[in-house]
């Protein structure tokens, strides 16, 4: 079990995380209700619908003081590609990290940001010719400097950074002495065979120049080591959501990163909260799957939440893998954004990462402070490293509990912890 307090030494950061807003404009997505981020104006920017996640946000940062290190979003900013929503999107998510006091934000590419999949009239193939043939060329135009923006980095060094994700794939931020980034663009190889715009890959080369630009990089075990990426590195098939649309090499890249330092790799796409951890070593990387921001999402059958998080993560300074506690809020028509505190949300505030000890021994700890039933509470503030237990191994902690102890933890109706306890025999 780690400590979980914060040392003298240990590197601290706050991480900001929404994925999949979806902005767009007008009618022409192909789908009427495609997000709550319906843009009427990119002055503003204004929205059809008054209520919508994006003024709430703002609302919420201001009313209760959030602040954050780093902003990052990994991708599906826009819908189908929609040049005014990809325009206001970047906008909005630069503003919103000036407003958090972010010193950097940054935005993977999604599926729906590039034009793999626009939508031409098909009726006149003369005037046709006229639309946009370069997938990347919107994205390329946005200002500031997409897809990193840092905003005491002179603009020349942003440009560079913007050429060498367009060239590369990716692009390393290095500038801190606390974290190390790397923006990913798993939409790089996407064009308008449908094989290809429905999943991620990882080009050869981008593979082998990451693996070196890690390799020439200073701090891979005293910086946090940051990756934010569209497109799931590993199956994400819950709620039979699929596993066609994954990423193609995904598991090497996973084991590059592992050559280099202990990984927290952010992902959307699927729009289902999940955090869990790669497959392979002793400290294989972090995936944290973000549910979607703004998209009109089926929570009635899936339990499915419009969600923004911020993530407060420690590397110790005497070794060991990085330690989260994540703080997770729902978007509610009508009521706006609201903590999560339910297991039943998938990701939820109070759940974490990093404590990685095997269940039956975190169970035999936990035990020994239940004499008589006890309000969860007391026992996360007698039992600090629980806040660092993914949510799959708090339900693997649930069974050793009972099996071992014969001790439930009682939820509410909505799958909020509330006391811990003998089970009645």
């Not at 970047?90 to 729906?112: I, R």
């Not at 798993?186 to 429905?198: G, I, L, Q």
């Amino acid at each position: 079990m780690q400590a979980s307090s914060s040392n003298q030494g240990d590197v601290t950061l706050t991480v900001a995380l929404l994925s999949d807003p979806h902005f767009y404009a007008g009618t022409g997505t192909g789908e009427p209700n495609a997000s709550w981020l319906q843009v009427v104006s990119a002055e503003g920017p204004k929205f059809k619908r008054r209520d919508n996640p994006w003024a709430s946000l703002l609302a919420l940062v201001k009313n209760h003081g959030l602040t954050a290190d780093v902003l990052l979003c990994p991708g599906d900013i826009t819908t189908y590609a929609d040049p005014v929503g990809l325009h206001v999107a970047w906008k909005c998510l630069v503003t919103l990290g000036d407003e958090l006091k972010a010193s950097l934000t940054a935005s993977a590419t999604g599926n729906h940001d590039v034009t793999s999949r626009a939508l031409g009239s098909g009726k006149n193939v003369v005037r046709d010719l006229n639309d946009a043939a370069d997938l990347f060329e919107n994205l390329k135009q946005l200002e500031p400097a997409y897809p990193v923006h840092i905003s005491t980095i002179p603009p020349a060094h942003a440009h560079e950074r913007r050429v060498h994700y367009f060239g590369a794939d990716y692009v390393l931020v290095d500038n801190d002495p606390r974290y190390r980034l790397v923006v990913f663009n798993s939409c790089a190889r996407h064009n308008a065979v449908p094989v290809e715009y429905e999943r991620g890959r990882i080009a050869e080369s981008a593979l082998s120049w990451l693996d070196d630009a890690l390799e020439r990089s200073d701090g891979a075990q005293t910086k946090m080591n940051l990756f934010v990426c569209h497109h799931h590195p590993i199956q994400h098939e819950d709620h039979h959501l699929g596993s066609y649309d994954f990423m193609q090499n995904g598991q090497r890249l996973l084991d590059t990163l592992s050559k280099h330092g202990d990984w927290i790799v952010f992902h959307g796409h699927k729009h289902h909260g999940k955090l869990t951890y790669a497959p392979g070593g002793a400290s294989p990387p972090v995936v944290f799957a973000a549910s979607s921001f703004g998209a009109v999402v089926d929570d009635a059958s899936l339990r499915l939440r419009n969600q923004f998080y911020l993530i407060d993560i420690v590397l110790p300074s005497g070794g060991g893998s990085p330690l989260g506690t994540v703080r997770a809020w729902n978007w509610y028509l009508g009521s706006g954004w609201k903590q999560s505190d339910s297991t039943l949300d998938g990701i939820y505030t109070g759940c974490g990462f990093g404590e990685r000890g095997h269940p039956d021994k975190l169970a035999d700890a936990i035990a020994q402070m239940i004499p008589a039933p006890t309000p969860w509470a007391n026992i996360i503030s007698n039992v600090p490293w629980l806040r660092h237990v993914t949510p799959r191994d708090m339900k693997s902690i649930e069974r050793s509990l009972l099996r071992r102890h014969n001790i439930v933890i009682t939820s509410n109706v909505d799958g909020k912890y509330e006391e811990a306890g003998r089970k009645r025999s």
